[in-house]
């Protein structure tokens, strides 16, 4: 469709993802995904059997302005024809979080185009819509990754989502990261033990279901008492001096974890009168998973969609597709002075103006600076370790080329190596 100007009226939006370690760019037009571009640092962290923050961040500086490139030839577009920029303002990690945010305002604030923040949970729901269409209202989701393994029920993806439960402890991914690591598999560790589970009996060894008793929370998770039950298995095989079964292990574990989703999934479909569930995040590519949810799904009368695995793991088109939904419906653009929280709570879908500090909208002040300063100093911010941006108002940026945008505040961005020291007991597994 075009309106009368020949442009098409479904909205432009590039989305920017840097919560962890994936640096992803993407770029929709409305529900249809035009580029997805990624560029991964998991190489770098693999040594430490997890992600390092420091690490992350400036694989993320490295990365951004390649990636941004090569999503817009990607997606045959220019820069200029964008509707908005979209950007995940948490959670995640604060420093990594801060690279993408800062480079989000550089751009927006360069092309004279709205901004939109928004949280990282709810672009893990709206990408299935570049996949199958428009969500259903409301929407039960399932989101299962290495930091989050929540239950969530979404009346509007752009303004209210409802959590219903989520783990006490580890994560489904973050279990599967710590088994593999117990098992000697490498990390991450999702993907090896899927593949290697395919060879082994699910049956084998019955390990424990956590939080699923009569007088336990109906929809939260927990998946530490079953890493810890599983790693004592292999202690003690292997101080008999026995061969620990991989295969069986790996199969035996993954059981465990997909029973307790898919059940736990299901129930909430049918308390809450739901006819279909939404399953993302980066787990949701687990083979059995989606096997186990398609079967109890179809059996309970329910609609399953999940993305494909491309999608399901963090990127930048889930954001760039939460964002173009926020264009189209008209919801408000973030201000300038939008920081990184590293724990935005889920039931904020984005991050609107606040106050009278005005909105990201064209032609506003901005710290981000333009021409030079935006693109060099696009991707290099100052956090104090604990997600808190030096941000004080929008104008006044410095870049690499000193870009001064003057409006009513400073916001100083140094594109300088300005990273504090960030402490290596927040190491992600």
Known sequence: MADATGRRDEPLVLGIETSCDETGVG????????????????????????????????????????????????????????????????????????????????????????????????????????????????????????????????????????????????????????????????????????????????????????????????????????????????????????????????????????????????RACKDNGVDHLMIGGGVAANSRLRAMAERRCEDAGISLRVPRPGLCTDNGAMVAALGAEMVARGRAASAWDLSADSSLPVTDPHVPARGDGGSAGAGSGAGAGSGKGAGAGAGHGHDDGGGHAHAHGGGHAHGAGHSHGHDHGHDHGHDHDHFHELSKDNLYS
């Open 27 to 266: 770029i929709v037009r409305g529900h249809t995904l035009l580029a997805d571009a990624v560029a991964s640092s998991v190489d770098e962290h693999a040594r430490f059997g997890g992600v390092v923050p420091e690490v992350a961040s400036r694989a993320h500086l490295e990365a951004m302005v390649p990636t941004i490139q090569r999503a817009l030839k990607e997606a045959g577009v220019a820069a200029s024809d964008l509707d908005g920029i979209a950007v995940t303002a948490g959670p995640g990690l604060s420093g990594a979080l801060l690279v993408g945010v800062s480079a989000a305002k550089a751009y927006a604030y360069a092309l004279g185009k709205p901004l939109y923040g928004v949280n990282h949970l709810a672009s893990h729901i709206c990408v299935d819509q570049l996949e199958h269409g428009a969500l259903p209202e409301p929407t039960m989701a399932l989101l299962v990754s290495g930091g989050h393994s929540s239950l969530l029920l979404a009346p509007d993806i752009t303004s209210d989502v409802r959590p219903l439960g989520s783990t006490i402890d580890d994560a489904a991914g973050e279990a599967f990261d710590k088994v593999a690591r117990v098992l000697n598999l490498g990390f991450p560790g999702g993907p090896v033990i899927d593949r290697i589970a395919r060879e082994g009996d699910p049956d084998a060894i019955r390990f424990p279901r956590g939080l699923t008793g009569p007088r336990d929370a109906a929809y939260d998770f927990s998946f530490s008492g079953l890493k810890t039950a599983v790693a004592r298995w292999i202690e003690a095989k292997r101080a008999a001096g026995e061969e620990v079964p991989v295969a069986d292990v790996s199969a035996s574990f993954q059981e465990a974890v997909v029973d307790v989703l898919t059940r736990k999934a299901v």
